[in-house]
């Protein structure tokens, strides 16, 4: 049985209802990624299910309890999450930041030795040392984003919720992250929810995937089942060869045209043999003369 869970969940803005009865159960100990277009859901999903939103209609159960039901302090220290754009009190520091993840843990207001040192170690793997002084303001995009990341860490979960971890990172911090979360739960056996636009990512990192498409889920499984050709063209609305990792089998994709239903009166370059002229006019630099 899973700890955490959706039943019927309807979730809305105002008059909009975004995501439609919903049921959707995040696998305890594993890694699952929420793949899906720009505005298909998937922060709103998360933020639901993480007791930041209400639900319409409909509940999250996290231990059998309704979790809109329950005190904040007593979800967040199951549930951390990591929103999309979340945003610091002007002059805060990263360490100030980062000790905001030990609330839940705080009896007194002052932080204890163990307090301190988890947020050192919150600090230390997401490579924050030289910054933990400055104002988050301050920082770049990918600095801010592991600050934050580090906060959520410190907050010491069993379950993790990230909305876009390793956007504005580059590619070796995007690793970095992707590492840490995969050792968090190979060792610790953390619950992990993460939404990530890379697919490739979500493949090699995710035991589940969950693919969204106006707010309902048209595919789930392990990357094997989602990452086919007739998901992608689905959910994303693209064309895509699917090959293999060379190191661990699992499916990556390598997307080459839109789908016929996005097209807007470009012709698909042929699936296989040399390559073409890409859509728009352009020639792939490995054909050029
Ligand atoms: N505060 C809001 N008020 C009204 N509508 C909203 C609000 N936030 C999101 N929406 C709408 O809800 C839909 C789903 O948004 P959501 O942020 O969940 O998408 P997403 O899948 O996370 O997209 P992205 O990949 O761009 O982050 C979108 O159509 C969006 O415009
Ligand atoms: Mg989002």
């Given at each position: 049985?899973?700890?955490?869970?959706?039943?019927?969940?309807?979730?809305?803005?105002?008059?909009?209802?975004?995501?439609?009865?919903?049921?959707?159960?995040?696998?305890?100990?594993?890694?699952?990624?929420?793949?899906?277009?720009?505005?298909?859901?998937?922060?709103?999903?998360?933020?639901?299910?993480?007791?930041?939103?209400?639900?319409?209609?409909?509940?999250?159960l996290l231990d059998g309890k309704t979790?809109?039901e329950q005190?904040?302090?007593?979800?967040?220290?199951?549930?951390?999450?990591?929103?999309?754009?979340?945003?610091?009190?002007?002059?805060?520091?990263?360490?100030?930041?980062?000790?905001?993840?030990?609330?839940?843990?705080?009896?007194?207001?002052?932080?204890?030795?163990?307090?301190?040192?988890?947020?050192?170690?919150?600090?230390?793997?997401?490579?924050?040392?030289?910054?933990?002084?400055?104002?988050?303001?301050?920082?770049?995009?990918?600095?801010?984003?592991?600050?934050?990341?580090?906060?959520?860490?410190?907050?010491?979960?069993?379950?993790?919720?990230?909305?876009?971890?390793?956007?504005?990172?580059?590619?070796?911090?995007?690793?970095?992250?992707?590492?840490?979360?995969?050792?968090?739960?190979?060792?610790?056996?953390?619950?992990?929810?993460?939404?990530?636009?890379?697919?490739?990512?979500?493949?090699?990192?995710?035991?589940?995937?969950?693919?969204?498409?106006?707010?309902?889920?048209?595919?789930?499984?392990?990357?094997?089942?989602?990452?086919?050709?007739?998901?992608?063209?689905?959910?994303?609305?693209?064309?895509?060869?699917?090959?293999?990792?060379?190191?661990?089998?699992?499916?990556?994709?390598?997307?080459?045209?839109?789908?016929?239903?996005?097209?807007?009166?470009?012709?698909?370059?042929?699936?296989?043999?040399?390559?073409?002229?890409?859509?728009?006019?352009?020639?792939?630099?490995?054909?050029?003369?």
């Open positions: 049985m899973e700890r955490l869970y959706t039943q019927q969940l309807d979730v809305g803005y105002a008059e909009s209802l975004i995501v439609k009865n919903l049921n959707l159960a995040v696998p305890t100990g594993k890694i699952t990624a929420l793949v899906g277009s720009n505005g298909s859901g998937k922060s709103t999903i998360l933020k639901t299910m993480a007791r930041l939103m209400k639900p319409k209609a409909g509940t999250v979790i809109h005190p904040t302090k007593e979800v967040a220290k199951q549930l951390a999450i990591l929103p999309q754009n979340p945003t610091a009190p002007e002059g805060l520091t990263v360490f100030e930041l980062i000790s905001y993840g030990r609330f839940p843990h705080q009896k007194r207001f002052s932080l204890t030795r163990e307090d301190r040192e988890v947020i050192q170690w919150a600090i230390r793997v997401t490579g924050m040392e030289a910054f933990s002084d400055r104002p988050v303001d301050q920082l770049s995009g990918g600095q801010r984003q592991r600050a934050w990341i580090a906060m959520a860490l410190a907050q010491q979960t069993d379950i993790l919720f990230l909305d876009e971890p390793t956007t504005f990172l580059d590619m070796a911090h995007q690793l970095e992250v992707l590492q840490l979360l995969h050792k968090l739960n190979r060792e610790e056996g953390r619950t992990i929810v993460m939404v990530v636009h890379d697919l490739n990512h979500a493949s090699r990192y995710a035991h589940h995937i969950v693919a969204i498409k106006s707010g309902t889920v048209v595919s789930e499984g392990s990357p094997q089942q989602v990452m086919t050709k007739e998901v992608l063209r689905e959910v994303f609305g693209i064309e895509a060869d699917i090959l293999y990792d060379p190191r661990t089998g699992v499916p990556l994709c390598l997307p080459f045209a839109l789908a016929a239903s996005r097209e807007h009166g470009h012709a698909a370059p042929p699936e296989t043999g040399e390559p073409a002229e890409i859509a728009d006019g352009t020639v792939p630099l490995t054909s050029a003369t």
